[in-house]
Every structure is written in structure tokens, then in C-alpha cells.
Nanobody
Framework: QVQVVESGGGLVQAGGSLRLTCTASGLRFNDYAMGWFRQAPGQEEGVSCINWNNGDTYYADSVKGRFTASRDNAKRTLYLQMNNLKPEDTGMYYC??????????????????RGQGTQVTVSS
């Protein structure tokens, strides 16, 4: 059974940093594109997407230059390093995986599994 679990969320002041982690199990990690989404009341945004085959990474304009997504295939883990956080970054952050999928932008347009999410709250 394919499963992904997010962790690392929390409460941080504006300008601070957090690192989110997404740990996968039950899959050949190398074969999957990986994406981060965030959800705030009334909206959802694809934050980043990493291709399964070449590691190309895409970011939403709202996070470019502040967030860095990376993957460690040996550890079956996806990371999202978030720096210079802003109150508008507040939301529930989810990771998702898609088998043999190539990103067309920052939003993973289809996925096989998505996690339960981890809450990020940025205070002003």
C-alpha cells in the first residue's frame, strides 16, 4: 500500500523558516513525481513539483526564491525548505506522488496518493 506522511509543520513568526518532510512507503520512490500543495480556506495551490526522471523542479511564483523542494531517493523522502515565511504562507501543506509523471508546472496535476497534511502557521 502506497502511503505518504508529512511532518515538520508548526507555528513560526514571519521571516522564519521551517522544513517539511514527506516520507513515503510502499512504492519505488524513484519512479514517482513528487509534489507539494497547500490549502488555505477557499483555495488550494500547487507549491512545487519534482519530475520523477530528471529531477526538474518547478515552483509557484508566490514561493520562488524562498522555498526549495528536494528529494532523497535513498531515504524515500521529500523535503520542502521554507525560508522567509510570510503570513500568506499559512495553510495545510500536503505532499503527493504520481507514478511516471512529468510536471508541467508547480502543481502536480494528477497523483496516486496524497498525505494527510501538516499545518503551517505564520504569525505577523
Amino acid at each position: 500500500q502506497v502511503q505518504v506522511v508529512e511532518s515538520g509543520g508548526g507555528l513560526v513568526q514571519a521571516g522564519g523558516s521551517l522544513r517539511l518532510t514527506c516520507t513515503a512507503s510502499g512504492l519505488r520512490f524513484n519512479d514517482y513525481a513528487m509534489g507539494w500543495f497547500r490549502q488555505a480556506p477557499g483555495q488550494e495551490e500547487g507549491v512545487s513539483c519534482i519530475n520523477w526522471n530528471n529531477g526538474d523542479t518547478y515552483y509557484a511564483d508566490s514561493v520562488k526564491g524562498r522555498f526549495t523542494a528536494s528529494r532523497d531517493n535513498a531515504k524515500r523522502t521529500l523535503y520542502l525548505q521554507m525560508n522567509n515565511l510570510k503570513p500568506e504562507d499559512t495553510g495545510m501543506y500536503y505532499c503527493a506522488v504520481a507514478l511516471y509523471w512529468s510536471c508541467s508546472g508547480s502543481s502536480l496535476s494528477r497523483y496516486n496518493v496524497r498525505g494527510q497534511g501538516t499545518q503551517v502557521t505564520v504569525s505577523s
